[in-house]
């Protein structure tokens, strides 16, 4: 071989060791990278998706009612709403507390044969009134039903300005809602007296501009502290002196 056939081939294995070290550089270089790459990718995913989570899983318990409010009148508060119809269906027969007798109409001038009994109405999203609806001139004074403790003043969606009213035998809950105002004075935790001025018949709530009306609801309780939760009762026969059934019985 001769000299320049010898140069020529050193050469050309040169060239060809500098080609595989390019090459093998190019292939390092681009790996590399795309190792880093990756890998903060794949983290960040499960990192949102977990601070997604978090905060959606915070429920905001409403202390409030939601029971029987249902009606053209329900009330809005809310939550451990049990509605009247299912648990009575299958609960045995109760007799009523004396707190279900004796009561007053609570809205003054409303005299018993003006009563309209619409606790069996069907209102709207399939519920039933579970109440009774007394017509009168908006800002006619409300009264209590009964003696009692007024236990919860509430704005609810449906039932505008509502009062939850408890029995002094912690039985019953007696609730008025759609009211134009409460009474001077008038605070959670007070001793209402039979008679005594709580409120004023009006129309907030759903019960529609101008339909100023008392939409009065009574329910049996079972835990004084749960006064949204109980098993209804019909107002109109116990508004007019008679005997009424819990609801499902
Ligand atoms: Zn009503």
């Known amino acids: 071989m001769s000299t320049r056939a010898r140069i020529l081939l050193s050469a050309a294995i040169i060239l060809l060791a500098l080609a595989a070290f390019v090459w093998w550089l190019s292939v390092r270089y681009r790996t590399t990278p795309v190792t880093p790459v990756a890998l903060p990718n794949t983290n960040e995913a499960p ?3 977990v601070n997604r989570a978090a905060p959606t899983t915070t429920p905001t318990p409403s202390a409030n009612a939601n029971n ?4 053209a009148a329900t009330p809005a508060p809310t939550p451990p709403a049990t509605n009247t119809a299912e648990p009575s269906a299958t609960a045995p027969p109760q007799s009523l507390p004396p707190s279900a007798s004796g009561l007053l109409i609570p809205v003054v001038g409303v005299r018993p044969e003006q009563l309209r009994d619409t606790y069996n109405e069907a209102r709207s999203e399939g519920r039933v009134h579970d109440a009774i609806d007394i017509m009168a001139a908006c800002g006619t004074p409300v009264v209590a039903a009964a003696d009692g403790l007024i236990v919860k003043l509430f704005q609810s969606e ?9 029995s002094t035998d912690d039985k019953l809950i007696y609730y008025y809602a759609h ?3 409460y009474a001077d004075g008038l605070t959670e935790n007070k ?13 907030t709530g759903n019960a529609g ?19 949204w939760d109980g098993q ?5 026969p116990l508004l007019r002196g008679q005997r009424s059934e819990v609801r499902g019985q």
């Open 232 to 236: 209804n009762i019909n107002p109109y």
């Open 191 to 203: 001793t209402v007296r039979r008679g005594e001025t709580i409120a004023y018949v009006g129309d």
């Open 209 to 227: 501009p101008g339909n100023c009306h008392l939409h009065f609801a009574i329910w049996l309780i079972t835990d004084p502290k749960h006064y």
């Open 68 to 71: 029987n409010v249902s009606s």
């Open 158 to 166: 449906r039932g505008g300005t509502t009062i939850y009213q408890r």
């Open 179 to 181: 009211l134009k105002a």
């Open 47 to 49: 990192a949102e998706n």
